[in-house]
């Protein structure tokens, strides 16, 4: 896992890392809750950590 940078389009959020060609998955603030994170509905309620992937 890498850090990577993120957009929001519309609905989409769009992420990508000059480190990984071809990304397969993502996770957000998995570990534990940090403080840096940083993603925030319009109403300013801050994103759950969740993960794209179901790998074991």
Do not use: E, M
Not at 38 to 50: K, R, Y
């Amino acid at each position: 896992w890498v850090w990577a940078d993120a957009v929001i389009d519309g609905d989409t959020i769009i992420v990508s890392s000059d480190k990984v060609a071809k990304p397969s998955a993502v996770r957000y603030a998995w570990a534990s809750a940090h403080p840096w994170a940083n993603l925030f509905n319009q109403d300013g309620l801050p994103a759950q950590t969740f993960r794209t992937d179901d790998w074991k």
